[in-house]
């Protein structure tokens, strides 16, 4: 069974540009999380999307953005690229989130300069 | 709003001694707690969770967790460290009041010396 993919693994933009990641979560999980991770702040909580639909969305700008396809395949953008928000974004998939174990992609590594 | 507290950001630990990762939650209704390890330039992956059935859980690569109520902790243990365990490793909270989303804590990276 496949795990979850996240694209791009690693990435460089510059300040100002907007970025698109990717996740296909393990086949069958129709929950998708996405979280950054950075040295200083740990992992936090982006947003969750189930069948489409945002489910909780975490304390972020609205530059953050999400959406998930029909298929279970979700994308996180982020507009307007900052310095801070060069970090590790994973994506989670599972069958039920809020109770149940959460399974990661290796992330995507976003630099900014 | 639930909240985890990872106490120590790094632990030391010689090969083959105990290893003991402190984990204390905060939640207004019972919750699901799990511990998650993050190899370098990996994903995270579970090592085990609590869901009630029982007090003290059992994980993969011999590590366990005791959920004490009274005390709010799941701290995690495993009687003899392996040098393959240094990691970070993650406690998290999930319940369900809280919108469908597992709160992490800060994290603690297990050093092994040989």
């Known amino acids: 069974k496949a795990g979850v993919t996240q694209t791009p693994r690693y990435l460089i933009k510059t300040r100002g540009q907007q970025v698109t990641l990717s996740c296909s979560p393990i086949?069958?999980?129709?929950?998708v999380s996405w979280y950054q991770q950075t040295p200083g702040q740990g992992l936090q909580f982006l947003f969750e999307?189930?069948?489409?639909?945002?489910?909780n969305k975490g304390n972020f700008p609205g530059r953050f953005s999400g959406r998930q396809f029909s298929n279970s395949r979700s994308e996180m953008n982020v507009s307007t690229l900052e310095l801070g928000d060069s970090a590790l974004y994973l994506c989670?998939?599972?069958?039920?989130?809020?109770?149940?174990?959460?399974?990661f992609g290796e992330g995507s590594r976003l630099t900014v300069l | 709003a639930q909240s985890v507290t990872q106490l120590g950001s790094h632990v030391s630990v010689s090969e083959g001694a105990l290893v003991l990762l402190r984990c204390n939650y905060s939640?207004?209704?019972?919750?699901?707690l799990f511990w998650y390890v993050q190899y370098p330039n990996q994903g995270l992956q579970l090592l085990l969770k609590y869901t009630s059935a029982a007090t003290l859980v059992k994980g993969i690569n011999d590590f366990e967790a005791e959920f004490k109520k009274s005390e709010t902790s799941f701290h995690l243990t495993k009687p003899s460290a392996h040098m393959s365990d240094a990691a970070e490793y993650f406690c998290a909270v999930s319940d369900n009041t809280g919108g469908f989303k597992t709160i992490f804590g800060a994290g603690t990276r297990l050093f092994v010396k040989a």
């Open positions: 999307y189930f069948s489409e639909t945002q489910r």
């Open positions: 086949s069958g999980h129709r929950s």
């Open positions: 939640s207004s209704v019972p919750p699901y």
């Open positions: 989670a998939s599972s069958l039920r989130q809020s109770t149940g174990e959460l399974f």
